[in-house]
């Protein structure tokens, strides 16, 4: 049985995201590619400092929509070379984290007739300092 304060905190933590989530939405609208590069970078959560490598980097290829959606599956195109399997992996879980929670950007209608099904690329480099 639950008690009274573990519901409350519960129902606050929904409507925390629910608020992050309609928070997200309601950004201004992107006008250009430079303005798009910067929604995604403030998605952007690089993995937790244990999982991490200094220096990592990770290049996403995609393409939008007009609307603003991701048109077909994005791909990993480049990763370092010197990062371990798992911490690929904790890269790659980032990459879809953050493009989950930019699962739709709001495009004005120029960017969105510029960009529609083209290939857009973006590196992602991780220059956190690792703590020794």
Known sequence: M????????????????????????AQAPINTPTELESALLACWVPPPMEQSRPGMQITVLMSFKRNGELFEQPRIVFQSREASDTQRSSYRDAVAQMLKRCASLPFTEALGSIVAGQPFTMTFTDDREQNP
């Open 2 to 25: 639950f008690s009274r304060f573990q519901i409350a905190g519960e129902a606050l933590a929904i409507a925390a995201l629910s608020a992050s989530a309609v928070a997200q939405n």
